[in-house]
Nanobody
Framework: VQLQASGGGLVQAGGSLKLSCEAS????????MTWFRQAPGKEREFVAG???????VYADSVKGRFTISRDNTKNTLYLQMNSLKPEDTAVYYC???????????WGHGTLVTVSS
């Protein structure tokens, strides 16, 4: 499956952005999906994930501010990001896996920059 992330950009602290990740070449509904991010000089970290059933998991750092969702009719994963902070600045990656925690497929990242 191929993944294409979009929606990144520059936003002021406190603002919102919505990322999208469009999948092609596979049966989207069969995959668990996730968002990771990598800030400059830091390791890639888990942000949020959504299972095939729609169950969701969030990193503590984004809980209550970010919402992950999926639209299987559009083969698209979303990440609604509210109350953004400068520390949310990173390249955001979407990934898909046949099994939760095994992320076989990665998209190119989309850059989110939050100014203070």
């Amino acid at each position: 499956v191929q993944l294409q992330a979009s929606g990144g950009g520059l936003v002021q602290a406190g603002g919102s952005l919505k990322l999208s990740c469009e999948a092609s070449g596979g049966t989207f509904s069969n995959y668990a999906m996730t968002w990771f991010r990598q800030a400059p000089g830091k390791e890639r970290e888990f942000v949020a994930g959504i299972g095939r059933s729609g169950s969701t998991v969030y990193a503590d750092s984004v809980k209550g501010r970010f919402t992950i969702s999926r639209d299987n009719t559009k083969n698209t994963l979303y990440l609604q990001m509210n109350s953004l902070k400068p520390e949310d600045t990173a390249v955001y990656y979407c990934a898909a896996g046949n099994y939760w925690g095994t992320w076989n497929y990665w998209g190119h990242g989309t850059l989110v920059t939050v100014s203070s």
